[in-house]
Structure formats: C-alpha cells, structure tokens
C-alpha cells in the first residue's frame, strides 16, 4: 500500500515494499515485476516514482532489467530464515546492530558540510541579486564548475559547455537525445563489465547497447564499427566495477579510434576525487584534441548521494543540437542549490571537504585491504585499490558470486553479486563491497563474519 500522506517519498516506499516482497517469498528469484507504466497506474502514482524504485533496486541488485523481456527477480534470500523480518521504514540508526552493509554509494548527511552549505543558503535568500540562468543551468556554478575541472582535472571547456543536471540517468538521457537527432538508430557501447543502470537507461531511451570486453586496463575496440555506433561509455580513471584504471596506450588508442570513426566518449569521471596513492589520474578530456569527448561528473559522490547535483560538459559539435532540442529548457536541478553550490566552489570549501572525506574514505579503504591480507591470506584476492569508494573480493573458491552473497547475508552481512556487470550475467566468485556509510568498527565486524562466513561455519559450496 502507498501512503501517499506519509513524508517517505512515493518512490521509497514502492522501493520498500517490494524488498519486504521478496524476503517473504512473494517475489522469487526469476519473477518478473510489472512494468513501470501498469504498475504506475495500479497504484496511482507517477511513472517517474515507479522509475527510481526499479532503478534502485536494480543498482543494488536485486532485480535486472532484460532486454525484450522487463524487469526479473535476481535472488530474495528467502530460503534465509530470520528470527525477525527488519521493518524497512525504521531509520537506518535502528537496524545497523544486526546489519552490516556494504552498500555502494549511499553517503548520507552524516559528513555533510552543515554549517557551510546553512551559510551559504542563508547568504543566497538574503540577497537581491537574480542568479543568471539559461537552458544548461546558472551561469555563474558553470564558470566555477569550469575553473575547478581545469585546476584539478586539466579538463578545457568553457561555461558555455556545461550543462547542470540532476544524476547520471538524467545526464545519459540527455546525451541519448542527442545522439539521436544525429542518427535515429543510434548504439552506445559500453564497457563489459559496466554499470547495469546504463544499459537499463539506454535500453529506456530506445538505444541499443553494445558490450565491449575490458579487461585489466584493456578495452576491446571494434575494427570497422557500424555506422549507427554513435558513442562508447567508459570510466577509464576508476573502471567500474573492477578498479583498475584504463591503461595510457589504451587511451591514446581510444581517442585515435573515436577520431578515425567519428565516434563520441562519453567519460564517467564519477569519482576520480578519490585517490589514495600517487597523483590524480588525468582525465580522458584532458588528452582530447579533436572534441569527441563527452564528459560527465558529480557531486553526489563527494558531498551527499541525497543532492543529486551532476553535470556534463559536451564538445562544440553537440552543442547546436543541444540549443534546438532543449530550446526553452529550464535546470531540473533547483535555482538555490545551484547558487549554494556556486559559492561553496568559488570559496574553495568544495575542494578542503574533498581533502577531508579523502582522508575518511582512505581509512576505510586501508583497513578493509589490511583486514583482508590478514584475514583471507592468498584465499581472496582483493581489486580495485588504491581508489574510488569501493572493492572487489575475487574468493578462491568453486562458487559464484550468489552464493558468496547468501552465506554471508546469513552472517548479517550485506555484499553484493557481480554478475549483473556482466551483459551474459556471467558467475564469477567474486562480490562487490562499498564502503562509504560503513564504520571502522562494523568493517572490523563484517570482515571477521565474511571469514565465518566463506571458511569457517560453511562447507565448501559448488555450482
């Protein structure tokens, strides 16, 4: 039921009540879900409510959006028996005691810069002075967005070029519609493994993805790509999901490939920020003579995945095409966020609260690589180091990644499968670990109850 008086937002407690579905044994591991519009309908509520739950859910895997087909039940843990079923409309405060979750992404307010962006907000309604807006955003955050990818990205670009938006689905939205109005017909590649919602978003937008295998720096680059492939999507300074950062030859060579075939990169830079050993990686941008680049980033990673603050900055060939198609176009991001934002760039506090979640994620990172070494020994290899907000444990095991999953979530401990990164699904004994809303204190707990967990309590699992 939805409560459409409650302050839980409708999308929330569709996400909700699916989940409690699915730990009851309602929903089971291969059911398909309703479609988002019959299901908008069947409750009453906007499709774009319906949207965000799937999209969630699919993010923190448990469902999968397949092509043709819709959206399918991945695995419920209902053969887990709980003495109690957590009531999921409780604070998170109230079930992190019997729940460690590694979950990607999910930073909250609790390292939120209060007292400046209270400031800033206050400064902003006091003054008499209009914000200057146009179809990409306020032009004064754009300015400064500008200046600060050139200090620290080496990214060029003008205000001119960047467009504001609310996330990385909205950015890939815009970018399909752009593509095409070149061709109607248009294919994204992207990187296999990659990201699930991308191809979930492509698939929303009437675009055909196309999956290339990249492989330990490596990406595998079609000779004589067909004439609809219109872009390819990589995160060369941090691959997703596996950590590594694309090789300098490979990028020289992906720029050459784009150029000789007239072709866009669409660069995920989505947390380049974080790096924890040596020097920034440089951006694809950066290296970029001939304007295919299309890139993207955030703020959501740095300061609060509740902003939902991003922006694109996109070469001069897309930009008439983007002044015909949004012609009128008003920022879904709101006006005061944008001017708060505006001045927490200009007076640098963006760049020292980076330099403090830096250090904050580093210890976590750290601790999670040492307890491991220590832990695990040669039984685990662990990915994805040295950077970004999450890993990877590759477990020497004959497993799968479902099974790894299960017998720790028996534990209280919530990981998650990899082979939704995967365009075959593909099984892998390898599981995927973020870190950002996690203690000290419950990383020292979950890997001490993975190791129960995987060697100790557990016989040996096989396919």
Not at 48 to 65: C, T
Not at 187 to 206: C, Q, S, Y
Not at 222 to 244: D, M, Y
Not at 294 to 301: A, L, M, N, P
Request: charged share 25%; proline share 5%; aromatic share 10%.
């Amino acid at each position: 039921m939805i409560d459409k008086t409650s302050s839980i937002p409708i999308f929330r407690q569709i996400y909700e009540n699916l989940i409690r579905d699915m730990q009851t044994g309602q929903l089971k591991k291969g059911d398909l879900l309703p479609g988002t519009r019959s299901l908008a309908l069947d409750l009453n509520v906007s499709r774009n409510s319906v949207d965000r739950a799937y999209i969630q859910l699919e993010i923190e895997g448990y469902i999968l959006s397949k092509p043709n087909v819709g959206f399918v039940v991945l695995d419920t843990f209902s053969e887990i028996k709980l003495t109690a079923l957590p009531n999921l409309r409780k604070p998170q405060t109230e079930i992190s005691d019997s729940i460690i979750d590694f979950k990607y992404g999910g930073n909250g307010f609790s390292t939120f810069p209060k007292a400046k962006w209270q400031q800033y907000t206050l400064e902003v309604l006091s003054s008499e002075t209009d914000p200057f807006l146009d179809n990409k955003g306020n032009i004064n955050l754009r300015i400064a967005i500008a200046e600060y990818l050139y200090r620290h990205r080496g990214v060029r670009a003008s205000y001119e070029q960047i467009v504001v938006t609310n996330g990385y689905v909205y950015s890939l939205e815009i970018i399909s519609n752009l593509l095409k109005a070149r061709n109607s017909k248009s294919t994204i590649a992207m990187e296999d493994p990659g990201f699930p919602v991308t191809r979930n978003t492509l698939l929303k937008n009437d675009i055909y993805s196309k999956p290339l295998s990249y492989y330990n720096g490596n990406l595998e680059l079609p000779e004589n790509p067909k004439h609809n492939l219109q872009a390819v999507i990589v995160t060369p300074s941090h691959h997703f999901p596996t950590g590594s950062v694309m090789r300098v030859s490979m990028r020289q060579k992906l720029l050459t490939w784009a150029r000789k075939h007239s072709i866009y990169i669409i660069e995920d830079d989505y947390d380049s920020e974080f790096r924890y050993k040596g020097d920034p990686i440089p951006s694809l941008q950066s290296m970029d003579e001939s304007g295919n680049v299309i890139y993207f980033g955030t703020f959501s990673k740095p300061l609060s995945s509740t902003l939902r603050m991003s922006y694109l900055i996109l070469p001069p060939s897309l930009l008439p095409i983007y002044e015909t198609r949004y012609d009128g176009y008003t920022s879904s991001v709101s006006t005061l966020q944008q001017s708060i934002l505006e001045k927490f760039l200009v007076n640098q506090d963006y760049e020292k609260h980076i330099r403090k979640m830096r250090n904050v994620y580093k210890k976590k990172h750290d601790l999670i690589r040492t307890l491991c070494k220590n832990k695990f020994g040669e039984y685990v290899s662990i990915h994805g180091t040295n950077g970004g907000l999450f890993v990877l444990l590759e477990v020497d095991k004959n497993t799968t990644s479902e099974i790894l999953v299960k017998e720790a979530w028996k534990k209280g401990v919530k990981i998650y499968p990899t082979s939704d990164f995967y365009a075959d699904g593909r099984k892998h004994p390898t599981v995927f670990m973020g870190f950002t809303d996690v203690s000290l204190e419950d990383i020292e707990k979950g890997i001490e109850l993975l190791y129960q967990a995987w060697f100790v309590e557990s016989k040996k699992p096989t396919l």
